[in-house]
């Protein structure tokens, strides 16, 4: 955090959107925000998107993560970083997202790996 004239601190919120795989082979894009003003080792938290998939709105959560002093990474379910408003297709999104315990597991976990390689 900074200080501006006011006396007020403020964030300096970075973003990246970083591609990474999981273990079944799907290729992954999340979403890191971070205080470009804090140094050193900072708590790493994972946001998980709702039903429609890697949004603004999750997008939004982690940037004001990130103003708290988090990492905070948005992590992608879906793959691609596909993103939907009809809900017959964010059922499909999410049925084959968890169609089985160990292909959200892996998905989770290749996010929690990306998290942790984070400087």
């Given at each position: 955090?900074?200080?501006t004239?006011?006396?007020?601190?403020?964030?300096?919120?970075?973003?990246?959107?970083?591609?990474?795989?999981s273990?079944?082979?799907?290729?992954?894009?999340?979403y890191l925000?971070?205080?470009?003003?804090?140094?050193?080792?900072?708590?790493?938290?994972l946001?998980?998107?709702?039903?429609?998939?890697l949004?603004?709105?999750?997008?939004?959560?982690?940037r004001?993560?990130?103003?708290?002093?988090?990492?905070a990474?948005?992590?992608?379910?879906?793959?691609?970083?596909?993103?939907?408003t009809?809900?017959a297709?964010?059922?499909?999104?999410m049925?084959?997202?968890?169609?089985?315990?160990?292909v959200a597991?892996?998905?989770?976990?290749?996010?929690?790996?990306?998290?942790?390689?984070?400087?």
């Amino acid at each position: 955090m900074s200080a501006t004239s006011d006396g007020l601190a403020h964030a300096e919120i970075q973003i990246r959107e970083l591609t990474y795989q999981s273990a079944d082979g799907t290729e992954l894009r999340g979403y890191l925000a971070h205080d470009g003003a804090q140094q050193g080792p900072r708590p790493g938290i994972l946001v998980a998107p709702e039903f429609w998939g890697l949004n603004d709105y999750i997008k939004r959560r982690a940037r004001e993560l990130a103003a708290l002093g988090y990492v905070a990474l948005a992590l992608d379910m879906y793959g691609g970083g596909q993103v939907t408003t009809d809900p017959a297709r964010a059922v499909a999104l999410m049925q084959e997202a968890t169609a089985t315990p160990q292909v959200a597991r892996q998905r989770f976990e290749a996010a929690m790996d990306l998290l942790l390689r984070q400087p």
